[in-house]
């Protein structure tokens, strides 16, 4: 009695003749003779998978699961897209940050350029407001540890007044700095110190100004040095 096994289209095809000389009890010899060459090409394919597989290299396998380029992507592809994939946004970061950094210092040296020009104005509007030498600029206290700011009383006429300390705007702190200057009988400036300029007196008329603002933020310090006099004498 035969069976039928289902198997490569070699299997199919003995199974095939089988089933055709099934009727004549085997006496065929044809199909005997064609069965077993069937079976001998059957034996030799299948001889010859196994060469291939005993021969081909072990290392091979485990090359082909990462090189892989017939089947999609292979693992390599993806750790290198991954890696660029990494780089490109860690360099986008860096230029976004570099660009809100760049924007946060252009914004506070503007507005410390602000502050101090304010404070110069008002300065000026003090001096022309006031007598040089009684209750003016002639009559303030000088050096690093006297320093001023401007208030504004609104009266009937708002007046700008010198107030001692420093003033906080904003973020910011701001003061002036008064100097003496000793200058020379052309009244060119010499010197902030009777050491600097030798032998030159100090000029009652002329007061050397620093305003300062520091970003509390920062820490960075802004300021602006100038000359003021008395052009009322």
């Not at 059957?42 to 892989?68: C, D, E, Q, V, W």
């Amino acid at each position: 009695m035969f069976q039928i096994f289902p198997g490569n289209k070699i299997d199919l095809l003995r199974n095939k003749i089988l089933l055709q000389i099934k009727p004549f009890g085997c006496k065929l010899p044809k199909a005997s003779w064609l069965i077993r060459r069937i079976n001998l090409v059957a034996f030799s394919n299948f001889r010859h998978k196994i060469f291939n597989f005993r021969h081909k290299p072990y290392y091979t396998t485990g090359l082909m699961k990462i090189f892989n380029f017939k089947n999609g992507f292979s693992l390599l592809e993806i750790l290198i897209a991954v890696a660029l994939i990494g780089i490109a946004f860690v360099t986008l970061f860096l230029v976004v940050f570099s660009v809100i950094m760049a924007s946060s210092a252009v914004k506070a040296t503007t507005q410390a350029d602000f502050l101090i020009k304010e404070e110069l104005e008002a300065l000026r509007s003090f001096r022309d407001g006031t007598d040089w030498s009684v209750n003016g600029l002639g009559a303030v206290q000088t050096g690093v540890a006297n320093p001023y700011y401007l208030f504004l009383q609104v009266n009937s006429a708002p007046t700008w007044s010198l107030v001692s300390g420093t003033e906080t705007v904003g973020s910011f702190t701001r003061h002036i700095i008064f100097k003496k200057v000793f200058s020379n009988s052309s009244g060119i400036v010499n010197g902030d110190t009777a050491t600097e300029c030798l032998g030159c007196p100090e000029n009652p008329n002329m007061i050397k100004i620093t305003v300062v603002a520091t970003d509390s933020l920062s820490g960075k310090t802004y300021q602006i040095v100038t000359y003021l006099s008395n052009w009322k004498k």
